[in-house]
């Protein structure tokens, strides 16, 4: 099994930044569970999750969401099991609940059922 803790979540008015992290711990040395990418998803009230950036362990192909390509920044230590999220000109349509995601199943990357272990969870609001 495989435990993810986010931190970093908060309010900030829209403009403003915030930087998301997830340690993970547990089997992370099993590479078919623990998986190539890990990430995060967001969920605001009413709407389903979606994907929003993944990263692999090495290499460089990472991917985001649309809605915060040129915004946010996903960053990774594979040695320390971590995951960073930095967050600039936040939009209120950014409020949302974060969870940080590891245990790739190996199909399309904004899929929320491709991942295995998910987070709790950190909130993050934006006010207008």
């Known amino acids: 099994q495989v435990q993810l803790v986010e931190s970093g979540g908060g309010s900030v008015p829209a403009g403003g930044s915030l930087t998301l992290s997830c340690a993970a711990s547990?089997?992370?040395?099993?590479?078919?569970?623990?998986?190539?990418?890990m990430g995060w998803f967001r969920q605001a009230p009413g709407k389903e999750r979606e994907g929003v950036a993944v990263?692999?362990?090495?290499?460089?192909?990472?991917y985001y969401a649309d809605a915060v390509e040129g915004r946010f920044t996903i960053s990774r230590d594979a040695a320390k099991n971590t995951v960073s999220l930095q967050m600039t000109s936040l939009e209120p349509g950014d409020t949302a609940k974060y969870y940080c995601?590891?245990?790739?199943?190996?199909?399309?990357?904004?899929?929320?059922?491709?991942?295995?272990?998910w987070g709790q969870g950190t909130q993050v609001t934006v006010s207008s």
């Open positions: 547990g089997d992370t040395n099993s590479g078919e569970s623990f998986g190539e990418y």
């Open positions: 995601v590891a245990g790739w199943r190996g199909a399309y990357w904004a899929r929320a059922d491709q991942y295995r272990y």
């Open positions: 990263v692999p362990t090495f290499g460089t192909d990472t």
